[in-house]
Structures are given as C-alpha cells and as structure tokens.
C-alpha cells in the first residue's frame, strides 16, 4: 500500500519562475492538504482540497499560489513567479473520507517537496 | 497568532533517560491534539495523538499526559534511544475543520549514548 506521492523531491528554480509540485494520496484517501515548512520552522496549513473541490484555502498567499485536485491525476501545487522566500519545503498529506463529526482523522504525510529559490 | 506554543526548542537526553517536551494551546476548540516525528529529509510520521476526554495515553515507550484546565499537553519519551532523535511536533485541530492542523514549533531531540 503505497504512501502519499510527492514529486519532485527536489525542485531549484530561479527567481520569477513557476514551481509545480504534485502529490498523490493515499489510495482509497479523497482528502488531500498542502502544508509548507519554513527552515527551522513548522509546518503551516495552507490547503485542504477534495477531489475537484477547494474546501478551505485559508493558509495560502492570496498571490501566486494556487491549488487543484482534479478528477483524474494527483494534487497540484503551483507557485508562480517565485521568490527566495518561497524556498521551503512544501508536504502534501492526506486522509480518508471523514466519518462523524469530529475532527482528527489521522492524516498520513508524503516525503516532501524542497523548492528552492536562486 | 501562535496558538499551539512548544517548548523546549531543544532538548539532548541521554540514553535511558526521560525526554518530555510540552505543548500549550489556546484554542478552547481543539480537540484532537498528535504528535508527529519528523526525521531530517523526511515527512512528519504520526506518533500519538490524544483527545481531551482521557488524560494520558501511552503507547509503548511514548506517553501524551493531557491538562485540559491548564490548556497543555505533553510527550514523555520513556527509556529514550539514539533512534528516536529527531524532530517532535505538537499539533492540534478543532472541531469541524477536518484534519486542518496547526503545528507547533517542533523539538529537536538528540539521544546521547
């Protein structure tokens, strides 16, 4: 049973480039979140999308950042036009679907995607 | 805003010994509070998580103690290893937001032989 997919593992893009990053839940998961860590920092939400569905979008940039989850293929992350500051690295995790009304479903994180920015 | 405070920022146990670090939140709202352990290069890997109806909650070598008057929770890593030098986050979530969590700083762990 394959983990959640991140790829690429390591991205170096120059200043004002997009960065894409992609994720691929764990089967049988349809809940998937992108959280970024800074260096020496935790990890901060940024997303949480279900299949072709932005459900909460609260911790992104208004600007340059965008998510999807279509249909068909994995999460995308995009960032445009980046800066040094976005160098970090960016998780996708992803849980199934949510049973009951608490919260707390366990959320199984990938391996990360480190962008660097030069 | 910090909701979820962490401390210490690092911490060096030796081996055999007691590592406990500690979380303190804000939000009256949380209810299910993890713990994850993060290897350099790696993703987060869930530990133990706890919710605020019990107290403690002990897995093995790991213990949550949980003082939900006192808006703080714990890890205690007993009989801790080499292996287990990593990085610690707390994190917590609240009703109805799914599993958006918010994480503290994290712990830096080092085991000494």
């Known amino acids: 049973n394959a983990g959640v997919m991140q790829n690429p593992r390591h991205l170096v893009r120059r200043r004002g480039q997009e960065a894409r990053l992609r994720c691929s839940p764990m089967k049988g998961h349809s809940h998937v979140y992108w959280y970024r860590q800074l260096p020496e920092e935790g990890l901060k939400f940024m997303v949480y999308l279900q299949k072709e569905n932005i459900i909460d979008e609260s911790g992104m940039p208004k600007e340059r950042f965008s998510a999807e989850f279509p249909k068909e293929g994995p999460s995308i992350l995009r960032i445009q036009q980046v800066v040094r500051g976005d160098s970090a690295a960016y998780f996708c995790a992803s849980s199934p679907p949510r049973t009951g009304s608490r919260s707390g479903n366990t959320i199984y994180f990938g391996e990360g995607s480190w962008l660097t920015v030069v | 805003q910090q909701q979820v405070k962490q401390s210490p920022q690092s911490l060096i146990v030796q081996k055999g010994g007691i590592s406990i670090i500690n979380c303190a939140y804000e939000?009256?709202?949380?209810?299910?509070f993890p713990w994850y352990q993060q290897f350099p290069g790696k993703g987060p890997a869930l530990l133990i998580a706890i919710r605020p109806d019990v107290s403690e909650k002990k897995e093995g070598r790991f213990t949550i103690s949980f003082n939900k008057s006192a808006k703080q929770f714990s890890l205690h890593i007993m009989d801790s290893q080499p292996g287990d030098s990593a990085t610690y986050f707390c994190a917590a979530s609240r009703a109805g937001t799914a599993s958006k969590l918010t994480f503290g700083t994290g712990t830096r762990l080092q085991v000494t032989l």
């Open positions: 939000n009256t709202a949380f209810d299910y």
